[in-house]
């Protein structure tokens, strides 16, 4: 459906439609190859969605996040006086929670949106609709052939580029995912912040890439205070054509006419090679806000910050493609007036199920001190409302069944 006949419902016809301004022919170099995502880096590599995916950090980092967006079950809630209830028999519901479309289902949306943005800046899907308006499904739009258009009413609408053509959609016909902005239209992509890194990552692969395949640098020598026999020269060539390696390995060797071998060993240089390697690594970590043991650097972890820092995770680094998912589903799966009655949220149980402990202590010190209902417990939860849920007093002072506050022990 495209947008003059969308928004021809609300303007009696189709507006004005404007793109952002193209740079002009003495933009910078940097400008001119973000057009064509391949962006210039100081280290030599341009960085795309593409060459970043082959950065094992980066790949870590745009699996972790897409896949555990994709695995939390998404459902709609109706509000109630006494918290919220699912509403399983809205349309959004099976969008949300089931599936996306026949061949698609509501995680698999989820994840591949979500890793659209991480690359790309903007993710995006199309949500067709039933006659009385209604979403019917979401179908995922290539985000590379997707322009992010400006009315002359200041809402964005997005002109998708297909093989018929080109169709403009109105802001509530598209879902879409963003990374943070820096001008407030496009999502900024992590990989384009941290392209630097990920260059210099993309750069040491290959420079070590290169120097294995030249042999790296022998792990030893021979040394001989002169120039050696005839025969003393064949019998060092076949030692080193392998007679003393592979299944003949670990044998007794006896060097001749004064040679003497040479260990070689790591220098300063190629430890802080290494150092480098690592601390890439790192880079990347920040750019995506993923905590570095979840991208298998271990070199800080303990028993104890691994739990605590798993918890970060789920607080700050999914805060954002959480709040961006809530809203987008409401937006464009919700009608006005029912996104006062429904909220769209996901379900973290499984997720912090690893602090339990820690919430369940929160929980029993609310409860006994009266702060809080079993109830409100149940509602932060996503349980349903007791009908005996609602009474303020503390559980370890009240007796069952009792309509007055007895101390402990009596």
């Not at 280290?43 to 094992?56: D, F, H, I, L, N």
């Not at 996040?65 to 079950?73: A, E, M, R, V």
């Not at 392998?242 to 430890?271: A, Y």
């Not at 409401?330 to 009655?341: G, I, N, S, Y």
Request: proline residues 6%; glycine residues 8%.
């Amino acid at each position: 459906m495209s947008i003059s006949i969308r928004l021809s419902q609300f303007f009696g016809r189709a507006p004005e439609v404007k793109s952002a301004p193209v740079p002009s022919v003495a933009a910078a170099a940097g400008q001119w190859a973000d057009l064509f995502s391949a962006p210039i880096t100081e280290a030599g590599p341009s960085v795309t969605p593409e060459s970043a995916m082959r950065v094992p950090a980066v790949k870590a980092a745009v699996t972790l996040i897409s896949t555990t967006i994709g695995n939390l079950p998404v459902k709609v809630y109706e509000r109630a006086d006494d918290g919220k209830q699912p509403a399983p028999d809205h349309d959004a519901y099976r969008l949300a929670h089931d599936e996306a479309n026949d061949w698609t289902s509501a995680g698999e949306l989820r994840r591949q949106i979500t890793s659209d943005a991480l690359l790309h800046g903007d993710g995006f899907a199309l949500v067709t609709r039933r006659g009385d308006d209604s979403p019917l499904e979401l179908i995922r739009l290539d985000p590379r052939a997707v322009d992010i258009l400006t009315l002359n009413t200041g809402a964005p609408a997005y002109r998708y580029r297909h093989q018929g053509g080109a169709t403009v959609y109105a802001h509530q016909d598209v879902l879409r995912i963003s990374a943070p902005s820096l001008d407030g239209v496009k999502g900024l992509a992590p990989i384009t912040a941290a392209r630097e890194a990920i260059a210099i990552s993309l750069s040491m692969e290959r420079h070590f890439g290169r120097q294995l395949r030249k042999g790296f640098r022998p792990s030893a020598s021979i040394t001989a205070p002169g120039h050696l026999s005839e025969k003393a020269a064949a019998r060092l060539a076949n030692f080193r054509a392998g007679e003393h390696s592979g299944e003949n390995s670990g044998g007794l060797v006896v060097w001749e006419e004064g040679m003497k071998p040479v260990v070689h060993e790591l220098t300063s240089t190629d430890q802080q090679f290494i150092e480098n390697r690592s601390f890439e690594v790192v880079e990347i970590a920040r750019a995506f806000n993923c905590p570095p043991t979840l991208l298998g650097d271990l070199s800080s972890a303990t028993f104890k910050n691994a739990e605590e820092l798993r918890t970060q995770f789920a607080i700050f680094t999914l805060a954002h493609w959480l709040g961006q998912w809530r809203d987008a589903y409401a937006r464009v799966l919700l009608a006005p007036d029912e996104r006062r009655t429904h909220v769209v949220d996901f379900v973290l149980d499984g997720l912090l199920q690893g602090d339990s402990e820690a919430r369940a202590k929160i929980y029993q010190g609310l409860r006994a001190a009266g702060v809080m209902t079993a109830n409100e417990v149940r509602t932060r939860e996503n349980l349903p409302a007791r009908p005996d849920g609602d009474t303020l007093a503390s559980p370890f002072t009240q007796s069952n069944g009792a309509t007055g506050v007895q101390e402990a022990g009596q």
